[in-house]
């Protein structure tokens, strides 16, 4: 956010798990901006929105195989994991969009997007231990 006396800025970043929700939020921007152009005044609010990635869902779940693929390699290396789903905003959502499935694998990094951000050069070494299985899988 950012804002002076005559004009003020909100960026939002929109996303949800289904495609059909994510439209929808894109679409209640768009209606309140013009609520409140008809309150207001043209011109009082501008919307732009400018897509940038999406759930990678949809791309994947016809591919599963990968992803059985990747939790067999960590299973053979001695990997516990848990899948949770993720909306996108990674290089694998993009890839995935691009015609390349790429499911986000686990890196064994904790308290990401903090200060607190940290992994160990044991869970490195785990985790491309991983990519060399899935590698030699294929």
Same mark, same amino acid.
């Given at each position: ?7 003020? *800025? ?26 409140? @152009?008809?309150?207001? $005044? ?12 999406? @759930? ?5 779940? &016809? ?12 299973? @053979?290396? $001695?990997? =516990?994991?848990?899948?949770? &789903?993720?909306?996108? $905003? =990674? ?9 390349? &499935?790429? &499911? @986000?694998?686990? *890196?064994? $990094? ?17 985790? *491309? ?6 590698? *030699?899988?294929?």
């Amino acid at each position: 956010m950012q804002g002076e006396v005559e004009r003020s *800025t909100l960026r939002y970043i929109i996303r949800d798990y289904d495609m059909e929700r994510f439209l929808e939020k894109k679409s209640l921007m768009e209606s309140a901006a013009a609520f409140l @152009n008809r309150k207001y $005044g043209a011109e009082t609010v501008n919307v732009t929105i400018k897509d940038s990635y999406y @759930n990678m869902r949809e791309k994947i779940e &016809p591919c599963m195989h990968v992803v059985d693929r990747a939790m067999q390699a960590m299973r @053979n290396v $001695g990997m =516990t994991y848990a899948a949770v &789903p993720i909306r996108g $905003g =990674t290089d694998g959502a993009r890839l995935s969009f691009m015609g390349l &499935p790429c &499911p @986000n694998l686990c *890196t064994g $990094g904790e308290n990401f997007h903090s200060r607190f951000e940290y992994i160990s050069v044991e869970d490195m070494d785990l985790c *491309t231990r991983m990519l060399v299985e899935i590698m *030699t899988m294929l």
